[in-house]
């Protein structure tokens, strides 16, 4: 069993969101998608925002979400965001995208196809 569950991540994603909008994410999908995502930027060298010794990388994505360290950003945040960023000099949060997930992917499963 995963801990924390799926409705719990849910909530911690969508804890921002203010009464009358859309959630952030609605479905075990989204998760699973963001959180895979961060665990292959974490395998690619990325810093690991908690305490991850003797965790697998999709472990460490999983506590990082719970924890708030990372968010799953809709494409309209993704946009205002990538505005805030190209101005700081340091980024102290991970921002996953579900949308740059899909194309991530998308890309991989062509390039396989196109290699066979």
Request: charged share 35%; aromatic share 2%; no cysteine.
């Amino acid at each position: 069993m995963l801990h924390p569950s799926y409705a719990d991540l849910i909530k911690v994603v969508n804890s921002g969101v203010e009464e009358g909008e859309d959630p952030v994410v609605s479905s075990r999908y989204s998760i699973v998608m963001a959180t895979s995502k961060r665990a292959r930027q974490i395998i690619a060298g990325d810093e690991e925002l908690v305490d991850g010794r003797g965790k697998k990388p999709l472990s460490v994505a999983v506590e990082e979400l719970n924890q708030g360290k990372i968010r799953i950003l809709t494409d309209e945040s993704e946009e205002e965001t990538e505005e805030a960023v190209a101005s700081e000099t340091e980024v102290t949060e991970a921002e996953v995208s579900e949308t740059e997930v899909a194309e991530t992917e998308a890309a991989q499963e062509t390039e396989e196809t196109d290699g066979e």
